[in-house]
């Protein structure tokens, strides 16, 4: 469930990250001003970018602000697919209303002081996984596996 590290991802996985940018491309994307922060190049471009902060007061160029989940839900009221990609408090908060969710699951122990709220595997069904045991990149296995809601609700 280990999901950062001061402010940074524990990892580094070239495959995770072609996956996270070919997902999330052309959509709104929903976050936390720590997750904003840890942007090493700022608002991710090709999407709308959007920080759940009421503290943040200085924003960035291609960024809009929810000070809360209902301003961001309103702000993206219509649009087919929405994602929400950080931090562990934003992940809680949404975890509820999702009805996809898309995890890379590493079989690796990584020091880690942020993590992925606890998920009910009972409520969600996998439709999709794919093992990643050949990454010369790395010295462990990992997947992508995504998630429905069961009876979508």
């Known amino acids: 469930r280990a999901i950062g590290y001061e402010n940074a991802m524990p990892w580094h996985l070239s495959a995770d990250l072609k996956r996270f940018k070919a997902l999330t491309s052309g959509h709104s994307v929903i976050m936390g001003r720590k997750t904003l922060e840890s942007l090493p190049n700022g608002p991710l471009p090709k999407r709308r970018n959007i920080i759940l902060s009421e503290r943040l007061t200085e924003m960035p160029e291609g960024v809009e602000r929810a000070n809360n989940i209902e301003q961001a839900l309103a702000l993206v009221e219509g649009e087919e697919e929405v994602f929400i990609i950080g931090g562990g408090s934003v ?63």
């Open 91 to 153: 992940y809680e908060q949404f975890l509820d209303l999702a009805d996809k969710l898309y995890l890379t699951i590493i079989e690796a122990v990584f020091e880690a002081d942020t993590f992925f709220t606890p998920i009910d595997f009972k409520a969600w069904e996998l439709t999709e996984k794919v093992v990643m045991d050949n990454d010369s990149q790395v010295n462990f296995v990992y997947r992508f596996e995504t998630y429905e809601r069961k009876n979508n609700e």
